[in-house]
């Protein structure tokens, strides 16, 4: 057995990078020098880490609970350790000393009918209240679990999407973080750590199968072009349809056809890019960066228009008001709303803690920040937030707000928020109010992902438990669920409501029409 250091630090990176620890990842994969290794990261499967360590768990649970002629204390295994346990001699030595005196007591206060009564006390499993109980927790833990899981199948039955409803797209080598459907056409853009964007042309004359038109992301080495091996972090379509923009882990963005040209390579940013947004008339693209800073593109020449320093640690996320005014967030716990042209923010809003998410209600001027465990809604027309809301109990990942409320399509419904956690639910928001209106308890792992349907009536979301459900808004009720094979980072609508969109894990992209029960679903 051979264990090196590279091996070690190349596990700990892919379960932050699968964990959503996106930025932890990248300062972590600076540090250990990652890139230099020589693992091939597209042969190691999903979640390793946590893999390796249940097997040795399993492996310390066997040392304590198996006598040196290979039978089992008392019969039965120990009851299971946790991992901290687990790594903690006193408690492992302390076991192991209690059964064997245990077993010690049961030699020595026994004669020759011994062995049946202590065969005779198994079932009932009440013998001094200690082995028994062990025994019949597993028992009992186990059943439970098969239990739930019949009763969830049995409740879902009417829901659960078949998996002859699910179209898999299958090509990239890595986990898909991302994906993004094209708002005029069934164009389905993913993007993967294989350093590749993908085009998936999921029309209606689509019969099983579709075309991919793969987006290499390249740097010039040499005098030739030469994979980043860089992650695809973040894409996002023009309003038109017309044009692809991606930011890559290797700071550029570029600018790709609908046909998979490139157009344009955008390169000013010093260190990787965590997001970016077109505005809504097109002709601008908002990127942010761990350089600390915001920039501006200009579309059309693929010019920086303007360079925004004024965070003093890395960018996270970003988002349009206008055509020319756009929120930035970062972990200095800064909130900047810049503008075009000026050389000073609009206004400054100081967050709690370390600001990740950042999204603009899309017709009123509000803007909504979330940090690890809290969100807060802020108007341009006073300095206080609105709302300073805390709910879940572990750390929240992304943030939606609804297609609705005035002048949006859907005028006559509530504007409302979205809200996904790693604490493996999903929370509804009267926005007006500020109360929770919902709370979605169907997942079992943490939930990554979250997108509202065009008209507002329906939820998506996706989590690590490989489910992506759909919920009523109105009622909070689970109306469609698929499981995929991989974990869900994202989950999207496309533009007329009847399919949905999800990136996994696996590296696999599948889609499906979550709502009338013919064509396919897609998820990734």
């Keep these: 057995m051979s264990i090196s250091s590279d091996e070690v630090n190349f596990l700990v990176y892919r379960y932050l990078q699968e964990s959503g620890f996106s930025h932890s990842a990248f300062t972590f994969g600076i540090e250990s020098h990652i ?14 880490l946590i893999s390796i360590i249940q097997k040795g768990l399993q492996y310390v649970e066997a040392e304590v609970s198996i006598n040196e002629d290979g039978t089992l204390f008392d019969g039965r295994p120990i009851e299971s350790l946790s991992l901290i346990d687990a790594v903690m001699p006193d408690v492992v030595q302390t076991r192991q000393q209690a059964y064997r005196e245990k077993l010690a007591h049961q030699q020595q206060a026994t004669g020759a ?79 993967s750590g294989d350093s590749t964007a993908r085009i998936w042309n999921l029309s209606e004359n689509s019969t099983g199968s579709s075309t991919q038109l793969v987006l290499r992301h390249c740097i010039r080495e040499g005098g030739q072009d030469v994979p980043s091996n860089k992650d695809v972090t973040s894409l996002d379509w023009n309003s038109e349809g017309t044009l692809l923009a991606t930011g890559s882990y290797d700071g550029f963005a570029r600018i790709w056809t609908k046909d998979g040209n490139l157009a344009s390579t955008l390169g000013q940013h010093k260190g990787p890019i965590f997001a970016l947004k077109w505005n809504k008339k097109g002709n601008f693209i908002l ?14 020449t693929g010019e920086a228009k303007q360079q925004f320093p004024f965070h003093s640690a890395p960018a996270l996320d970003v988002d349009w008001q206008s055509n020319n005014t756009f929120a930035s967030c970062s972990t200095d716990m800064c909130i900047h709303v810049c503008k075009l042209g000026q050389d000073r ?18 017709h009123v001027s509000v803007s909504l920040f979330s940090s690890p465990s809290l969100y807060q809604i802020w108007s341009m027309k006073q300095d206080s937030c609105v709302h300073d809301l805390q709910a879940h109990s572990k750390e929240i990942y992304t943030i939606k707000w609804s297609p609705t409320g005035p002048g949006t399509n859907n005028p006559s419904a509530n504007l409302m928020l979205a809200s996904a956690s790693f604490d493996s639910t999903v929370r509804l928001w009267d926005v007006e109010r500020g109360v929770c209106i919902h709370t979605l308890t169907r997942h079992q792992e943490p939930v990554y992902s979250v997108a509202f349907s065009p008209d507002g009536r329906h939820l998506a979301s996706g989590s690590f438990d490989k489910c992506v459900h759909i919920w009523n808004t109105q009622t909070g009720a689970l109306v469609h669920s698929y499981r995929g094979t991989g974990g869900i980072f994202e989950v999207c609508w496309n533009a007329t409501g009847d399919k949905v969109g999800a990136s996994a894990s696996d590296g696999s992209v599948s ?14």
């Design 35 to 48: 890139s230099q290794s020589n693992i091939n990261g597209a042969l190691v499967p999903p979640a390793a």
């Design 113 to 191: 009918g011994s062995a049946s009564g202590t065969q005779g006390s198994q079932p009932g499993g009440t013998k001094n209240g200690e082995g028994g109980t062990a025994a019949n927790g597993e028992e009992n833990g186990a059943h439970a679990l098969a239990n739930h899981h019949a009763d969830m199948m049995e409740v879902d039955g009417d829901v659960e999407i078949p998996q002859n409803k699910a179209m898999v797209l299958r090509g990239h080598e890595s986990e898909v973080f991302i994906c993004a459907w094209n708002p005029v056409n069934d164009l389905l853009a993913s993007g």
């Design 287 to 300: 990127s942010a960066g761990v350089d600390k800073t915001t920039i501006i593109w200009d579309a059309h």
């Design 345 to 362: 923010p609009v206004k400054t809003f100081q967050g709690h803690t370390s600001v990740h998410i950042i999204d603009w209600s899309p």
């Design 511 to 524: 889609h499906q029409p979550p709502l009338h029960g013919q064509g396919q679903e897609l998820f990734s």
